[in-house]
Nanobody, 121 residues
């Protein structure tokens, strides 16, 4: 059984910062790409940032220069440091990871439960 558990969401004023964490746990053989997505009310779920196991990163244009994704491979944990937050960053943020479970030959995509980020103006 593999699960992703997120933490770190909350309410912050515009211009403030938050740090999200997501830890993968369970019967894991390997964790490949990890990432963060977000879904605002009434909108589709969009990519925010991804990071490979080697540390290569990719960001949505809307967060470049403000958000930083990082990971700790020893802890199977991915982080999202969000600075200079704007009201339009308000959304539920979901962690995503490509994981090969123990005893399996395939890799599967797993999702966290989501954490709410609210930015007041």
């Amino acid at each position: 059984q593999v699960q992703l558990v997120e933490s770190g969401g909350g309410l912050v004023q515009a211009g403030g910062s938050l740090r999200l964490s997501c830890a993968a746990s369970g019967s894991i053989f390997r964790v490949n790409n990890m990432g963060w997505y977000r879904q605002a009310p009434g909108k589709q779920r969009d990519l925010v940032a991804t990071i490979t196991s080697g540390g290569g990163t990719n960001y949505a244009d809307s967060v470049k220069g403000r958000f930083t994704i990082s990971r700790d491979n020893a802890k199977n944990t991915v982080y999202l440091q969000m600075n200079s937050l704007k009201p339009e960053d308000r959304a539920v943020y979901y962690c995503n990871a490509e994981i090969r479970p123990l005893g399996k030959v395939s890799t599967y995509k797993y999702w966290g439960q989501g954490t709410q980020v609210t930015v007041s103006s």
